[in-house]
């Protein structure tokens, strides 16, 4: 616990070692940078910022039922708040993929709260007798009811402050899209064959409610998150806690969080089951597979511009080939089919990791932890991206679409109700042989009066919602 101009000594249960002096965390996250070199991947900023929020409220209430000295919580407090505004983000540096647990996460947070909590208290860094990141920061907890409760508040974080809006701004882009294309018809497909004809806004409004739909599952399962267990402690007992603590916590988180926050009716169930995490996962999932559909067939539609669909014109937002000139790809769209991807590999390993607990504990939970936030981040991100660069700037090919549904075999459904099923097939077949229109060859076979074709071949009124 010396300090000179380089490093200052530390020492854990295992020894003694050197720690560069100007580093705010301590021995056993060194100790976890040189055991986890596996991705380079550090922790995500708000999952950290669920786990400073944790700390603030455990000083907080740790000072107020004296477990701990008031002017230590308030130094872990001032600590805290300084780090949420902003600084010492570099210092927290271990590996995703990490001991069990996250216990290598969590006591990087304690050691550097208790350091920077020193250096308020006009003492060195690694003084842990005056400020333990153990004893004093980790007052009454374990990373076992901690990270839980970390995962729960950062996936709350992630939600509110990335995916919502994403999900609000995507909503309102497609309604108002839809509003715009109401009018243009568009032959449907189903089988990726000819099928009767369309709205190219129903489409639109069709997507809306779809990701409103999603909206409200992921709404409804992110309901589990604010049921938080922190009072556990190592196996959900609660030993070691003073017995206001746990209620009073969460009272102070929700405070924090400005967001009415639940103790958990059974600590141990709390810690032990991570199901509360696998069914927003599931409710991501659910959204990503409707998105990744959505994106394939935003590029369908848009194919060509010689070559294929060019129902719609997805805005062109940077040039698409290396070697052929003057050719524009839908990237915002293949990048969105990307990401929906990697959100369904997300929720097969949360699977994975979910239903491997034992006994007391979940040890895979640094795994969800990344895995769950990351997948509402770059979820939220990508709808962003996708919604501002290509939905709000797609403008339609009214002629294209016409053509097809005017060239659609699937006309002759419009017939079923006059001449038959048996004898509107015949229909097709001759007009599929020989390239007459389904109107002539209906009228070359004397089925139905040109009157009555001009009210029933309307696709005005077979496109419209019925
Ligand atoms: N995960 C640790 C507890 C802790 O880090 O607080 C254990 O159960 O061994």
């Known amino acids: 616990m010396t300090e000179n101009t380089n490093f200052r000594i530390e020492r854990d249960s295992m020894g003694d070692r050197q720690i560069p002096s100007n580093v705010y965390y301590g021995i056993q996250t060194l100790r976890a940078i040189e055991n986890f070199a596996i991705s380079g991947i550090k922790p995500l900023s708000t999952y950290v910022d669920a786990c400073l929020i944790i700390k603030k409220a455990t000083a907080i209430v740790n000072g107020e039922l004296g477990c701990i000295?008031?002017?230590?919580?308030?130094?872990?407090?001032?600590?805290?708040?300084?780090?949420?505004?902003?600084?010492?983000?570099?210092?927290?540096?271990?590996?995703?993929?990490?001991?069990?647990?996250?216990?290598?996460?969590?006591?990087?947070?304690?050691?550097?709260?208790?350091?920077?909590?020193?250096?308020?208290?006009?003492?060195?860094?690694?003084?842990?007798?005056?400020?333990?990141?153990?004893?004093?920061?980790?007052?009454?907890?374990?990373?076992?009811?901690?990270?839980?409760?970390?995962?729960?508040?950062?996936?709350?974080?992630?939600?509110?402050?990335?995916?919502?809006?994403?999900?609000?701004?995507?909503?309102?882009?497609?309604?108002?899209?839809?509003?715009?294309?109401?009018?243009?018809?568009?032959?449907?497909?189903?089988?990726?064959?000819?099928?009767?004809?369309?709205?190219?806004?129903?489409?639109?409004?069709?997507?809306?409610?779809?990701?409103?739909?999603?909206?409200?599952?992921?709404?409804?399962?992110?309901g589990d998150l604010m049921v938080l267990g922190l009072g556990g402690s190592a196996a959900g007992t609660g030993m070691n806690t003073h017995p206001q603590y746990r209620h009073r916590v969460v009272e102070v988180i929700s405070q924090i969080m400005e967001s009415p926050m639940e103790p958990a009716p059974h600590l141990m169930a709390a810690m032990q089951s991570m199901a509360p995490f696998v069914n927003v996962s599931g409710a991501l999932r659910n959204l990503a597979q409707d998105l990744a559909k959505i994106s394939h067939d935003l590029r369908l539609m848009d194919s060509g511009p010689k070559t294929g669909f060019k129902e719609i014109q997805l805005p062109p937002v940077q040039p698409g080939s290396s070697i052929m000139p003057g050719k524009y790809?839908?990237?915002?769209?293949?990048?969105?089919?990307?990401?929906?991807?990697?959100?369904?590999?997300?929720?097969?390993?949360?699977?994975?990791?979910?239903?491997?607990?034992?006994?007391?504990?979940?040890?895979?939970?640094?795994?969800?932890?990344?895995?769950?936030?990351?997948?509402?981040?770059?979820?939220?991100?990508?709808?962003?991206?996708?919604?501002?660069?290509?939905?709000?700037?797609?403008?339609?090919?009214?002629?294209?679409?016409?053509?097809?549904?005017?060239?659609?075999?699937?006309l002759v459904t419009a017939l079923n109700p006059h001449i038959g099923y048996l004898n509107a097939a015949d229909v097709a077949k001759e007009s599929l042989e020989t390239g007459k229109s389904i109107r002539q060859i209906v009228l070359e076979k004397g089925l139905m009066s040109e009157a009555q074709l001009a009210t029933v071949l309307n696709l005005e009124q077979m496109s419209a919602l019925h």
């Not at 919502?164 to 715009?180: F, M, S």
């Open 69 to 222: 000295p008031l002017d230590i919580s308030q130094a872990i407090v001032q600590a805290a708040d300084e780090i949420l505004a902003g600084k010492l983000r570099d210092q927290f540096v271990v590996d995703v993929y990490q001991a069990g647990a996250g216990t290598s996460h969590h006591m990087n947070i304690n050691e550097v709260l208790a350091n920077r909590a020193l250096e308020i208290l006009g003492a060195e860094k690694g003084n842990y007798q005056r400020v333990s990141p153990n004893d004093h920061v980790n007052y009454g907890q374990s990373t076992n009811d901690v990270i839980p409760t970390a995962i729960r508040i950062g996936g709350l974080l992630a939600l509110t402050h990335t995916l919502q809006p994403a999900l609000e701004k995507a909503i309102t882009a497609l309604e108002t899209k839809a509003v715009e294309f109401q009018n243009i018809v568009k032959s449907g497909r189903t089988h990726l064959q000819d099928a009767v004809p369309v709205r190219l806004g129903e489409n639109f409004r069709a997507w809306s409610h779809i990701l409103s739909e999603h909206q409200n599952r992921i709404y409804t399962a992110s």
């Open 329 to 410: 790809n839908p990237v915002m769209a293949e990048m969105t089919s990307m990401v929906c991807f990697q959100i369904m590999g997300y929720d097969n390993a949360i699977a994975l990791a979910a239903q491997a607990g034992q006994l007391e504990l979940n040890v895979m939970m640094p795994l969800i932890a990344y895995n769950l936030i990351h997948s509402m981040e770059i979820l939220g991100n990508t709808i962003a991206a996708l919604t501002e660069r290509c939905i709000e700037g797609i403008t339609a090919n009214k002629e294209r679409c016409l053509a097809y549904a005017e060239g659609s075999l699937a």
